[in-house]
């Protein structure tokens, strides 16, 4: 299959700290890629050179299309409709027909769930809402890969359920997706390829089965033993 995203021997380093040392791996087209890995490893900044919001010191990026990327923390204009923020983009930076722009956004946000909730401003809507609608404001840019850089971690428990089912519903649909998640059950679920990332190195390549059942190095044994998670005996 064809490789859509290829990051060779990337190094990334803020002042004197390397934050990223010689990572590569390539993405297929269709292929979902989970990212894990203990907190300050470098998963957001990993995120953030392949989308290009940072300079890189070394190495290469080499992306087939655009990305789109959704964060933790959603960001909506507040002073703006669900709708308004999604045809922003679209008609402004993509210049395009506002009807079609319309009528793709309202398809999106019956597909999340959302269609009673267009004309809703984001302070009326829950984290989950918010977030989801962050989503479609991603997939109405078309993008050739998602980013997703930990979009459950900011909601509230009852919350985290409705987002994940709207990203395991983009992978039935054959997104490329690079997934950076704290949840180790729709980790599992969802993941073709896991890479476990420590220190700002992939220490880890595998497949959701080995590397969840039988991990081969200490640290993510050690990783993996803060969360609970279904696992084969
Ligand atoms: P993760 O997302 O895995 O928690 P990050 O990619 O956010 O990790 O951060 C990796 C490392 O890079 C951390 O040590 C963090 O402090 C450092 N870092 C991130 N952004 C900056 C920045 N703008 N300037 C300096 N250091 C940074
Ligand atoms: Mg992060």
Do not use: W
């Amino acid at each position: 299959m064809e490789e859509i995203l290829k990051v060779e021997k990337l190094t990334k380093r803020y002042e004197d700290i390397t934050v990223l040392e010689n990572v590569s791996f390539s993405v297929k087209k269709g292929e979902v890629l989970v990212i894990v890995g203990p907190s300050g490893c470098g998963k957001s900044t990993l995120l953030r050179c392949i989308n290009g919001l940072e300079d890189i010191q070394d190495g290469k990026v080499s992306i087939e299309g655009k990305t789109g990327m959704v964060f933790q923390s959603y960001e909506l204009f507040p002073h703006m409709t669900v709708l308004q923020n999604l045809m922003l983009a679209p008609l402004k930076v993509q210049k395009r027909d506002k009807g079609e722009v319309m009528k793709e956004a309202e398809q999106l946000l019956e597909r999340v769930g959302l269609s009673s909730k267009k004309n809703n401003y984001p302070r009326q809507l829950s984290g989950g809402q918010k977030q989801r609608v962050a989503i479609v404001r991603a997939l109405i840019m078309h993008p050739e890969v998602l980013l997703f850089d930990e979009v459950t971690a900011a909601l509230d428990p009852e919350m985290v359920r409705e987002v994940l089912d709207v990203i395991l519903d983009l992978a039935t649909q054959h997104k490329t997706m690079l997934i950076v998640t704290h949840e180790m059950n729709f980790a599992r679920a969802i993941a073709d390829r896991v890479i476990f990332l420590e220190g700002g190195s992939i220490m880890e390549d595998t497949t959701p089965e080995e590397f969840f059942d039988a991990p081969r190095s200490e640290r993510a044994k050690r990783f993996l033993s803060t969360f609970e998670y279904k696992k084969k005996e």
